[in-house]
């Protein structure tokens, strides 16, 4: 779990990164920087979703005492 956990931060930070790219470059004339964004939500949205999943089920622990 923790490894796929990092693969999704790396994956978001990628996507950040390549948008920045794609500001700088089209100077925001293109459609790009906003489908890298997009992605990076929805990268978000799925590592979120996989966390919350993760506790359901037991993969992550809750509490610890």
Same mark, same amino acid.
């Given at each position: 779990?923790?490894?796929?956990?990092?693969?999704?931060?790396? #994956?978001? &930070?990628?996507?950040?990164? @390549?948008?920045?790219?794609? +500001?700088?470059?089209d100077? =925001?004339?293109?459609?790009?920087?906003?489908?890298? #964004?997009? &992605?990076?939500?929805?990268? @978000?949205?799925?590592?979120f +979703?996989?966390?919350?999943? =993760?506790?359901?089920?037991?993969?992550?622990?809750?509490?610890?005492?």
């Amino acid at each position: 779990m923790r490894i796929i956990v990092i693969l999704f931060i790396i #994956l978001i &930070l990628a996507s950040l990164g @390549s948008a920045l790219f794609f +500001l700088i470059k089209d100077h =925001g004339q293109s459609k790009r920087t906003a489908r890298a #964004l997009a &992605l990076r939500v929805g990268l @978000s949205l799925s590592l979120f +979703l996989l966390l919350m999943a =993760g506790y359901y089920f037991g993969l992550i622990p809750g509490k610890i005492s």
